[in-house]
């Protein structure tokens, strides 16, 4: 039996995990978040999630991967072959993730030429839903292909395949070694500029301002850790296939730690970054900068290229700006389509370059229907599902079976046995109480809302195709997958 792959050095595989954990999400969704729950007194309960469950979820995840050599199906079926079904149900809500992150990851590509001469002219919403999107009613309404976001997707795809296929030592962790340093030198780089510009810390003064009375809104914490699950990769099979490539006396508690506190701490640079646009935008339009905030594509896509309008070297801003998204976003996809890959060459014993180029191939059709007029409404249903219905339903299944049916114990003295620092009985509760509860809290809370309430106003119908549909869908094919005959690597450990 082959000799599982490696990563090259530590240095490596931490920028592999930081680069899969830092995603477009850090960018435009943490400066958001800290706006709206409390401004500067919402670092509180953030470094609170952080330490009490990010870190502690990684390092067990970390554990997983590294104890029992393989991707998620494979660490699952290690612990019990019944649970090989919870593997295959996160490899298929990352896969589902990696169709549709493709897309915005064009969009960013795109607008990093659009940087140059700020095609997106005086109307960045019209230009941005109306000729580049070609936005259609509804999700089912397609309407045509829009080539330059195929183009920019099959670019996108090709750079993934790439990396995939050369292997983890040769193609993802060079590939990361060069993005990630280069990610944050560029975002130094963007800060320097933009605080300097007039109104920036006004802008600031919005994000950083502690509103302390927040903290005894329960929902501000929930949202915390909500942010800490959504933005560190973890719960679905990623940081499981990355950790299998570590080597054998790898110190895995440090390099949970690091991993989580570079991602955080990235988020918070961010931060910085887009609220000194935002507080320069306001400036410059005789708005309050709470008039301009915003999240999601409608702040990247919309709201910054308005404000790179205003500025003065607008070229310069806007394509470092969406330059870093791509880098981003192209880190993360990586990382994704990884996770896929890796189960089914750990499952079938398939050779990297077929499995990837199986995976790729199967992406980039699907990949096709986020090119249409329809696009971003399917993706935004399909996003919303994946994210507060898939990601946590199987993160909250994992952390049930590890805490409450498996153990911990295991995991705890393999992670001990390699790391300068132990973790004990205090990591033990983190997972068992903290994590449980508030994975639990937001699952059911968010069930209900989206039962009572349908999502962004979209018909029954299209919900039940695109959203309710999914995490059912992914429990039927995790089962097929799960009585299929494996290899016979895939039931021993390397």
């Known amino acids: 039996m082959a000799q599982r792959e490696q990563w090259g050095s530590r240095a490596g595989f931490v920028l592999a995990a930081v680069g899969s954990a830092i995603g477009l999400g850090n960018i435009w969704r943490f400066p958001y978040m800290a ?39 494979k660490v699952f079926r290690s612990i019990g072959s019944k649970w090989e079904f919870l593997g295959w149900m996160q490899v298929l809500v990352a896969f589902a993730i990696s169709i549709y992150y493709v897309a915005v990851i064009g969009w960013t590509i795109n607008y990093t030429g659009f940087a140059f001469n700020q095609s997106w002219g005086a109307d960045p919403k019209g230009f941005f839903f109306g000729e580049y999107l070609g936005l259609t009613g509804s999700p089912f309404e397609l309407g045509g292909i829009r080539w330059p976001i195929l183009g920019a997707c099959t ?29 944050f030198v560029l975002v130094l780089i963007l800060i320097v500029r933009v605080v300097n510009l007039p109104g920036a810390m006004t802008g600031l003064d919005y994000l950083f301002t502690p509103d302390f009375s927040r903290l005894a809104d329960f929902s501000v914490w929930a949202d915390a850790y909500g942010q800490i699950f959504f933005s560190l990769s973890i719960g679905f099979a990623i940081m499981l296939a990355y950790s299998s490539y570590l080597p054998k006396k790898s110190d895995i508690n440090n ?5 989580v506190f570079i991602n955080c701490g990235f988020s918070m640079l961010s931060g910085v970054m887009i609220f000194a646009v935002l507080g320069n935008m306001a400036e410059a339009t005789g708005q309050n900068v709470a008039d301009v905030a915003g999240a999601g594509v409608g702040l990247a896509f919309v709201t910054i290229p308005a404000a790179i309008n205003t500025m003065p070297a ?36 398939w050779s990297r370059k077929k499995t990837a180029s199986i995976v790729c191939a199967a992406g980039f059709a699907l990949t096709l229907v986020f090119t249409t007029g329809g696009g971003l409404l399917i993706l935004d249903i399909v996003d919303h599902f994946i994210n507060n219905l ?59 809302t989206d039962m009572g309430t349908p ?12 959203g309710w549909s999914l995490l059912p869908v992914a429990f039927v094919l995790g089962m097929a997958l799960n009585k299929q005959q494996p290899a016979r690597s895939f039931v021993r450990n390397d």
């Open 314 to 349: 607008p070229a310069f801003v806007g394509t470092l700006f969406f330059l870093c998204l791509t880098m981003a976003g192209v880190s993360s996809h990586i990382s994704i389509v990884e996770a896929v890959s890796s189960s089914f060459i750990d499952k079938f014993a």
């Open 35 to 73: 706006y709206e729950n409390g401004g500067g007194a919402f670092i509180i309960p953030y470094i609170f999630a952080l330490l009490t469950a990010g870190i502690p979820f990684m390092i067990m995840e970390f554990g997983l991967g590294h104890k029992y050599r393989g991707s998620a199906p």
């Open 155 to 183: 670019l996108a795809w090709g750079i993934t395949w790439l990396a995939i296929t050369s292997g983890v030592r040769k193609g993802i962790e060079r590939a990361c070694k060069v993005l990630i340093p280069l990610l």
């Open 390 to 448: 898939c990601i946590l339903g199987v993160a909250l299944v994992e952390i049930i079976l590890m805490s409450y049916i498996v153990g911990l114990d295991d995991i705890q003295k393999h992670v001990n046995a390699t790391s300068d620092f132990t973790v004990g009985n205090a990591w033990k509760l983190c997972l068992k109480l903290v994590t449980v509860a508030i994975l639990g809290y937001s699952f059911v809370m968010n069930i209900y």
């Open 255 to 259: 390099n949970a730690a690091i991993t």
């Open 455 to 466: 999502y962004g106003g979209y018909a029954t119908k299209d919900l039940i195709m695109l």
